[in-house]
């Protein structure tokens, strides 16, 4: 059973980056989609990038052009690099996969954009 583990949030200045990573407990190469989500306080948590066994990418229309998913599959490990961050960008980040989503979900890292 793969056991998913965030980590590389914390408090950051608005037009700072973040590098988050997802480390898997195990071989990811089988999983044909990852994915980073985030929820705020209040709201439903969202799906704000995937990426394919193929390299093949997707993000939310407010985070475009800003961040960037990866995946190493020798290393197990997924990474959200973000830049130019908002403080609407302010949520708990949790990894997992859209199509077989583990359970339960990680911790999650915290990510703060504040001045």
């Known amino acids: 059973q793969v056991q998913l583990v965030e980590s590389g949030g914390g408090l950051v200045q608005p037009g700072g980056s973040l590098r988050l990573s997802c480390a898997a407990s195990g071989s990811i190469s089988s999983i044909n989609v990852m994915g980073w989500y985030r929820q705020a306080p209040g709201k439903q948590r969202e799906l704000v990038a995937s990426i394919s066994s193929g390299g093949r990418t997707n993000y939310v229309d407010s985070v475009k052009g800003r961040f960037t998913i990866s995946r190493d599959n020798a290393k197990n490990t997924v990474y959200l690099q973000m830049n130019s961050l908002k403080p609407e960008d302010t949520a708990v980040y949790y990894c997992?996969?859209?199509?077989?989503?583990?359970?339960?979900w990680g911790q999650g890292t915290q990510v703060t954009v504040s001045s």
């Open positions: 997992n996969s859209p199509l077989r989503p583990l359970r339960p």
